[in-house]
């Protein structure tokens, strides 16, 4: 076993952790501790995963094979290794492709794996500080928002979303949606779509200033009930959920 201390987390790993790693989890602890202007409640445990038995194992009660992150419910994270990333995405093609070609596919899928991974961490810490000091993890969309506006990079256009958004009828229900739960209309590109919606979302009702979600969610989340949040949604954003669903999509 590999340990890591960082002060503010230890990094276990069957496998030498990438200092790219170490770094990314530096870099994304101090982004969101900027944003939520707290600190942890708790040094946190961060296990990397080089086998999909390890990433069982590590996600406990979660049934979510095939995501590369996760925040446990006491606030440590579990994350796929890039190594393992690249094993599952060359599992996954199917399609025959040439010598050349494939020998070009797996390079970029090895730059892909240390983009997706460094976006991970980004995500997942600030989940990280949500669960550290909310009880709730509602309202989805705010949490989800915010975890994927710290992302580096994002893969749908903000019109592709509202394009998503009128072929697919959605309303301000679609706010709510419980990622895995139910069954969405996410249509090719599947949950991402939502992802990508509720950042669009966080950075419209915010302005661009996600301090003024944190802000919300610090007084929303001492008593979280239906009244609240709409009393709140008001005060902090300037208008009614309805309404700015409305502005957004238009
Ligand atoms: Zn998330």
């Known amino acids: 076993m590999h340990t890591k201390d960082l002060g503010f987390a230890v990094i276990k790993s069957s496998e030498h952790v990438p200092a790219f790693i170490e ?6 602890y101090l982004r969101s501790k900027h944003l939520y202007k707290k600190r942890l409640t708790r040094k946190i445990t961060i296990t990397l995963c080089s086998t999909q038995q390890e990433w069982l194992k590590a996600i406990k009660y979660y049934r979510w094979p095939n995501a590369a992150g996760v925040v446990l419910r006491n606030g440590d994270i579990a994350l796929k290794a890039p190594d393992l990333l690249v094993v599952q995405a060359k599992e996954k093609q199917r399609t025959r492709i ?8 797996h390079k970029q899928l090895e730059k892909w794996s240390t983009k997706a991974v460094k976006n991970v961490i980004l995500h997942e810490f600030s ?6 000091h909310y009880k709730t993890t509602q309202p989805n969309w705010l949490n989800e928002g915010l975890a994927s506006a710290v992302q580096i990079t994002h893969s749908i256009t ?5 394009n998503g958004i009128k072929e697919r009828k959605l ?4 706010l709510l949606y419980r990622m895995r739960i139910q069954k969405h209309p996410g ?12 950042r669009y979302f966080t950075l419209f009702v915010t302005n661009n200033n996600l301090r003024r979600a944190v802000q919300f969610m610090d007084e929303y989340s001492k008593r979280p009930s239906r009244k609240k949040y709409e009393h709140l949604f008001k005060k902090y954003f300037g208008m009614t959920e309805k309404e700015a669903w409305n502005a957004f999509i238009n």
């Open 98 to 105: 040439s010598g050349h070609a494939m020998k070009k596919w």
């Open 158 to 162: 903000k019109e592709e979303v509202i």
């Open 127 to 132: 989940h990280v500080f949500w669960t550290h």
């Open 187 to 198: 249509g090719k590109k599947g949950g991402l779509y939502y992802y990508n919606l509720w």
């Open 23 to 28: 770094a990314s989890c530096k870099q994304s």
């Open 171 to 174: 309303n301000e229900k679609s």
